[in-house]
Each structure stands twice: as C-alpha cells, then as structure tokens.
C-alpha cells in the first residue's frame, strides 16, 4: 500500500490556474501508476489524468485536455496535475490514486488520498 497526501486545492476565477500535489509514501511508491479524479457533489467520481510509474506515458480525460497537464517527479516520490483555464464546472473534490498498472478506472486504484477541495468561482 501507498499512503497518498494532497495539496493545492483552493478557490480561483474562471480562467484561472492551480496546481495539485501529491506526495507518496511508501517502499515502492515509484513504482506504481498514478491518477486524478474528481467527484463534484451529487456526481459520480470522475477519472481526469493518470501517468505511468516512469512518466512515459500519461492520458489525461477528454473533458480536461487541452487544460490539464499530469506529471511526477519520482526523485520527490510527487505527482502534479497543472489545471489551466478553469471553468466552474471544474469545481470538485480531487483525489490522487496510485495502481499497479496505467489505466483510467478507478476500480484498478488501491490506493487513495483523501483529496482536496477545488472551487472555481464564475
């Protein structure tokens, strides 16, 4: 198991930027896969951007792209998702995961931080 702490989260204007953290603990801890999701109230939780333990690889969801940046610094056992031009509907509590494989489901992750609250005013 890998103990998963975020940071970052806040209140910003539409158009505006954050940057999330999250520091992994743990042996193996780069050695695992790591994502993003986010669960607004009342919605179902939400895959956003996942990366490959080298950071080789990354996806990141449609509805992000072109806005959302993923990636990790194995020497700082950190994961970061840059979040440009936010927009309201963004607002949500984002959580990072960390799995044995690189995937999008959230079933693959076994691993979870408790998240941080994202507001995006208009």
């Known amino acids: 198991q890998v103990q998963l702490v975020e940071s970052g989260g806040g209140l910003v204007q539409a158009g505006g930027s954050l940057r999330l953290s999250c520091a992994a603990s743990?042996?193996?801890?780069?050695?695992?896969?790591m994502g993003w999701f986010r669960q607004a109230p009342g919605k179902e939780r939400e895959f956003v951007a996942a990366v490959s333990w080298s950071g080789g690889s990354t996806y990141v969801a449609g509805s992000v792209k072109g806005r959302f940046t993923i990636s990790r610094d194995n020497a700082k056992n950190t994961v970061y998702l840059q979040m440009n031009s936010l927009k309201p509907e963004d607002t949500a509590v984002y959580s990072c995961?960390?799995?044995?494989?690189?995937?999008?489901?959230?079933?693959?992750?076994?691993?979870w931080g408790q998240g941080t609250q994202v507001t995006v005013s208009s």
């Open positions: 995961a960390a799995a044995k494989k690189f995937d999008y489901r959230d079933y693959v992750y076994d691993s």
């Open positions: 743990g042996r193996t801890a780069s050695s695992y896969a």
